[in-house]
T-cell receptor
């Protein structure tokens, strides 16, 4: 079974402070991990995927298979980072399905 | 930039009525999905569709639900007899190839069953 846990429902930081949004997963095979972001009144959009190992908008995330984690980090938060962040897992469940299993999401608020 | 589009953005329906939620995936995509999000809860997978058939469905996707790709462009979710607990945001998503696993989401349809 696929499971994604985001332990923090809400996270509030001040502008310029570091931010870390936690994500842990459970999957028996080799998953692909994603971070999706949803800004106010907008659609879910892909922020990061672990296989690309890139930094988007200053955010990075490293897959730690030993700890089954994929935490999202940014050294200096900006007010425009305020949004809902979802960690998601995609696994090949025996076919070519690649459905996404989402965590419950973390609402990040960056205060001025 | 191509987008997944969903209509309507908001649908209010009476309990027991049938609703059809419509989605236009990105044109060269091959894999299509419906997800839903009940207010305050996580985004949940409903069904995936590939090669004109359902490839996987969740426990939520019971006999009241069906999906169709009637004309090669639209991808619809039908709920035959809506219940109060079907009230949620429904998201359509599409994906290109087997190797590219990034899913693109529509803006969602908010379904309210009264």
């Amino acid at each position: 079974a696929q499971r994604v846990t985001q332990p923090e429902k809400l996270l509030s930081v001040f502008k310029g402070a570091p931010v870390e949004l936690k994500c842990n997963y459970s999957y028996s095979g080799s998953p692909e991990l994603f971070w999706y972001v949803q800004y106010s009144r907008q659609r879910l959009q892909l922020l990061l995927r672990h296989i690309s190992r890139e930094s988007i908008k200053g955010f990075t995330a490293d897959l730690n298979k030993g700890e089954t984690s994929f935490h999202l980090k940014k050294p200096f938060a900006q007010e425009e980072d305020s949004a809902m962040y979802y960690c998601a897992l995609s696994g090949n469940s025996g076919g070519s399905n690649y459905k996404l299993t989402f965590g419950k999401g973390t609402l990040l608020t960056v205060n001025p | 930039e191509p987008e997944v589009t969903q209509t309507p953005s908001h649908q209010v329906t009476q309990m027991g009525q049938e609703v059809i939620l419509r989605c236009v995936p990105i044109s060269n995509h091959l894999y299509f999905y419906w997800y839903r999000q009940i207010l305050g809860q996580k985004v949940e997978f409903l069904v995936s569709f590939y090669n004109n058939e359902i490839s996987e469905k969740s426990e939520i996707f019971d006999d009241q639900f069906s999906v169709e790709r009637p004309d090669g462009s639209n991808f619809t979710l039908k709920i035959r007899s809506t219940k109060l607990e079907d009230s949620a945001m429904y998201f359509c998503a599409s994906r290109g190839t087997r190797k590219n696993t990034e899913a693109f989401f529509g803006q969602g349809t908010r379904l309210t069953v009264v």
